[in-house]
């Protein structure tokens, strides 16, 4: 259920100067984007959508839209109540600025795209805009300094700053990307030790380590519960691992000391040096 208000909205007026510094031209601003999903949102978040703009027009350099109320959202209804009641009278736009000039007395927003339009207490000539990227990214407080301070012309103490601000930001930027390259490298080791250990006790086998290694980058938690549900396997004995390293068949598991002596003597001494009590029962076929 919908609830169209009577109250149409000053979204945004052209001879107004937001508390940034500029003012928007409208006749450049781009609402085709906007036009074809016209959201209403409450301060600017996009987690609290109440409802859509209609009857969006451009009068007297001023853009205007009458809201239409969503009443099947909570919020949406107290909203509504407060602009009825005379209580919330503030809209704010939510626009990506594409071209800025600057003449001696104001700096202005000549092409802009309209990207949302929200009700707020504080209106947006009164400071509320919100700046978007290209990529419709809202941009934090530093960002936008850094966008304004490239549009306006710079003193040196400007320019000083933005290269101050530019700099906090890519050294951010690198902090992050770090930690973000730690963390993958200790989830991969962890990896690995797990998969590792789950091969040596029989859980998997060596073929599907990579499967479950790459299921793992996305969810670590779900390979580590398929994997310790499956049963261990007997871990094989050390006679039985240096046969298979030796390339010697099961069958000859039989073998006396003087078969070895004579089929495979580097098997004998490697199980000589590293399963000597092995070494010793086989010695005792000499009796």
């Known amino acids: 259920m919908a609830k169209e208000s009577k109250t149409t909205f000053v979204l945004c ?3 107004s100067t937001n508390t940034y510094g500029f003012r928007i031209d409208l006749d450049g601003m781009d609402l085709d984007r906007f036009r074809s999903n016209p959201v209403m949102l409450y301060s600017h978040d996009s987690e609290q959508l109440i409802g859509r703009w209609e009857n969006i027009r451009i009068e007297e350099g ?3 839209a009458d809201p239409v109320f969503d009443m099947e959202d909570e919020l949406a209804k107290k909203v509504a109540g407060r602009v009825s009641r005379g209580f919330l009278k503030g809209s704010s736009v939510g626009i990506i600025i594409r071209e800025m000039t600057e003449t001696e007395t104001v700096a202005v927003a ?3 795209e309209l ?3 929200s009700l707020c207490p ?3 000539d009164a400071g509320a805009i919100v700046l978007y990227d290209e990529n419709r990214r809202r941009l934090s407080i530093d960002e936008i300094n850094i966008k304004l301070l490239k549009y306006n012309k710079m003193n040196e103490e400007q320019k000083k700053e933005q290269t101050t601000l ?3 930001l890519a050294a951010k ?3 992050i990307a770090e930690l973000e390259a730690k963390i993958a490298e200790q989830a991969r080791e962890r990896t690995e030790a797990f998969l590792s250990a789950a091969v040596n006790d029989g859980r998997i086998s060596a073929a599907e380590k990579d499967g479950f290694a790459k299921l793992a980058e996305k969810d670590f938690d779900t390979v580590k519960g398929i994997v310790e549900a499956r049963k261990a396997k007997p ?8 046969s298979r390293s030796s390339g010697i068949a099961a069958e000859r598991d039989a073998w006396s000391y003087l078969d070895w002596m004579k089929k495979d003597p580097e098997g004998l001494k490697k199980m000589k040096s590293e399963n000597p009590t092995a070494f010793a029962a086989l010695q005792q076929t000499l009796k």
């Open 13 to 15: 007026d052209s001879a």
């Open 62 to 64: 001023r853009l205007l």
């Open 110 to 112: 000549t092409r802009t």
């Open 115 to 117: 990207m949302e339009a």
């Open 122 to 124: 504080i209106p947006s």
């Open 166 to 168: 530019e700099q906090q």
């Open 173 to 175: 930027d690198q902090r």
């Open 235 to 242: 871990t094989a004995t050390l006679r039985e691992q240096v």
